[in-house]
T-cell receptor, first 111, second 112 residues
Framework: DAKTTQPNSMESNEEEPVHLPCNHS???????IHWYRQLPSQGPEYVIH???SNVNNRMASLAIAEDRKSSTLILHRATLRDAAVYYC????????????FGTGTSLTVIP | KAGVTQTPRYLIKTRGQQVTLSCSPI?????VSWYQQTPGQGLQFLFE???????NKGNFPGRFSGRQFSNSRSEMNVSTLELGDSALYLC???????????FGPGTRLTVL
């Protein structure tokens, strides 16, 4: 039972912003929202995470809806190196540190 | 600081055999989690260890087992291999139990 849903694929032009959506309607109050990305033949790479407030780091921004049932990962200027599968994940902490991966969004960046 | 390392990177086995995969976490990290990634099922949680104790287990048969040593290194074992066990097995480590996870490159297991 998937805890997050994402579009299968998205495209973006190079140097333009990208908004990757994620729905997580069954999120509970203690679940963290994480985003990872995975390049071919590599393990997932941490991008950003948050609980309730919007978050920014050098890689991306995370916008979390007020009801926390959805979030959006924002890449401010897509580069060719950003082409990857992006996973929206709920980290359930009430029983440990279990990650529930969605099916991911394959991002294509067009030069 | 070195990242999470997994050995071997590639492995080919036949049905019925068993296999042991190894994971060395980032220095200072005490928690290790294992995941199976397949094209059909995506990334699925196998188990999580912290201070040599299994804290969580995913919905996998008993053929899948693991352990963690006092130096935080972890191994996972799959017995009586089936064709469907062919997958990328990923290990992730965290400093403490509820920190962000850092993934290794994975071990690609092919069962013939």
């Amino acid at each position: 039972d998937a805890k997050t849903t994402q579009p299968n694929s998205m495209e973006s032009n190079e140097e333009e912003p990208v908004h990757l959506p994620c729905n997580h309607s069954t999120i509970s109050g203690t679940d963290y929202i994480h985003w990872y990305r995975q390049l071919p033949s590599q393990g997932p790479e941490y991008v950003i995470h948050g609980l309730t407030s919007n978050v920014n780091n050098r890689m991306a921004s995370l916008a979390i809806a007020e009801d926390r049932k959805s979030s959006t990962l924002i890449l401010h200027r897509a580069t060719l190196r950003d082409a990857a599968v992006y996973y929206c994940i709920l980290r359930v902490t009430n029983t440990g540190n279990q990650f529930y991966f969605g099916t991911g969004t394959s991002l294509t960046v067009i030069p | 600081k070195a990242g999470v390392t997994q050995t071997p990177r590639y492995l080919i086995k036949t049905r019925g055999q068993q296999v042991t995969l190894s994971c060395s976490p980032i220095s200072g990290h005490r928690s290790v989690s294992w995941y199976q990634q397949t094209p059909g099922q995506g990334l699925q949680f196998l188990f999580e260890y912290f201070s040599e104790t299994q804290r969580n287990k995913g919905n996998f048969p008993g053929r899948f087992s693991g352990r963690q040593f006092s130096n935080s290194r972890s191994e996972m074992n799959v017995s009586t291999l089936e064709l469907g066990d062919s997958a990328l097995y990923l290990c992730a480590s965290t400093r403490e139990l509820r920190d962000t996870q850092y993934f290794g490159p994975g071990t690609r297991l092919t069962v013939l």
